[in-house]
């Protein structure tokens, strides 16, 4: 159970900070790979009830390189193993997904992914509109010039896929340490050696920031100073609709920058800004929170507008619900993974680029990759904060770049048409 009352907490050799998808994947990976002595810390009630609680839910695996999609592929293989075997499960559904090309630029980049796809593994299919149209009945399919269909893809809920991970991670024998905050990190020597909480001070081996809005904070109590930014994204839930059933694929169509799924037998739909808002981390205190979000109605009601020439159903339908949050973006758009060589032992798991929840999976195993493989592949190389703090970059420059990652998510020039 939880960390309750005036417990003391003891030594160990991982302390994972942040509950999230992600600290608790972190957990769950490290655990697997036979890490016996880890601490998860977490400063809300329950794990998964920040960032991870509004997210989306859905997992796609076709990605801009082999790498990312096997880091995707990974995922899934993760949520399947979860749903399967797990005494909690992520409620994992495997729907499948379409991607859909309104143009004869963006079929062609369809052709790409599919390469992509091909190269990793990865089952995916080019096929024509009448049997896209067998898949989404409901949507009007005349404009389309490609569809590429991933049978393997699909969605989870969110904080399911948290606690997933916490159960699978306890009975491994990691500790979960709830309504602890994290007030200092103590060095000595150059390296991790205590994390301060307001329950005391626990020595460790290892930190490992997975923060999420926060991870720019945990950085700075290390002395390290890195390009987090947290970027708005929204999403809305219509009203129950009879004619949506629960099994229809994900969808994408990246022209319009839209994703949506059938939720709670809704609509959810959601997209990416073409003029995103960031908030700086500077701004707030590790103590504090991020500034409201507040449902941006005029943002909404335009992915509303332009999905209505995809599903004309969806038009003025009720909004039951906005997911709403501050996910957080880098200025490369890669995620941040590995160990600082400033400051050994400590561990960033951070800078998901809103794929947090979807790549936990792999994120986690890539985590295990940085640690502990002799020789770690290029990619996972590429990934490490050492990046940023052997490097010169400023704020200004990191947060319209990051912000420029976001607004291109689906690819340049992916503007609503």
């Not at 020597?189 to 490992?208: H, L, S, W």
Request: charged content about 20%.
């Amino acid at each position: 159970m939880p960390a309750t009352g005036n417990e003391q907490l003891s030594a160990a050799e991982f302390i994972i900070i942040g509950g999230g998808a992600i600290g608790c994947g972190v957990a769950y990976a490290l655990a697997k790979a036979g890490k016996k002595d880890i601490l998860l810390l977490e400063r809300a009630d329950d794990v998964g009830q920040v960032t991870t609680s509004q997210g989306a839910g859905l997992c796609g695996q076709a990605r801009d390189s082999v790498e990312r999609t096997k880091l995707a592929m990974h995922s899934v293989a993760v949520f399947r193993e979860l749903q399967r075997n797990g005494a909690e499960k992520p409620d994992w559904n495997e729907v499948g997904s379409l991607r859909i090309a309104l143009s004869d630029a963006a079929a062609a980049n369809f052709a790409a992914l599919k390469k992509n796809a091909d190269s990793a593994g990865l089952e995916t299919t080019l096929i024509d509109n009448k049997e896209a149209q067998r898949l989404w009945p409901l949507m009007d399919f005349s404009q389309v010039k490609g569809v590429l269909w991933c049978p393997s893809d699909g969605w989870m809920t969110p904080t399911c896929v948290a606690k997933a991970y916490e159960t699978a991670s306890r009975q491994l024998g990691v500790r979960v340490s709830t309504g602890t905050t994290v007030q200092n990190i103590a060095l000595k020597d150059g390296r991790v050696d205590a994390v301060e909480t307001n329950r005391g001070t626990v020595k460790c081996r290892y930190v490992v920031n997975a923060a999420g809005a926060h991870a720019y904070h945990i950085a700075k109590l290390a002395g390290l100073d890195l390009p987090i930014v947290p970027v708005r994204h929204e999403y809305y839930i219509t009203v129950a609709m009879p004619e949506l059933r629960p099994d229809l694929p994900c969808f994408r169509v990246p022209e319009l920058t839209l994703y949506g799924r059938v939720r709670d037998g809704g609509l959810l739909l959601g997209g990416w800004e073409h003029k995103a808002l960031h908030t700086d981390p500077r701004s707030y205190p590790l103590k504090g929170t991020p500034p409201e979000v507040v449902p941006d109605w005029p943002v909404l009601n335009s992915f509303e507008s332009s999905f209505t020439r995809i599903l004309p159903k969806a038009a003025a339908r009720e909004k039951q619900f906005v997911g709403k949050g501050w996910p957080t973006f880098t200025p490369d758009g890669r995620f941040i993974i590995g160990e600082s060589s400033t400051v050994k032992g400590f561990v960033m798991a951070g800078g998901c680029n809103a794929h947090g929840i979807s790549g936990s999976g792999g994120i986690g195993r890539l985590l295990v990759e940085s640690l502990f493989e002799p020789k770690p592949s290029p990619y996972v190389q590429s990934l490490s904060p050492d990046r940023f703090t052997d490097t010169k970059w400023n704020w200004d420059d990191a947060c319209r770049e990051a912000r420029r990652v976001y607004e291109t998510y689906y690819g340049p020039g992916c503007w609503p048409l």
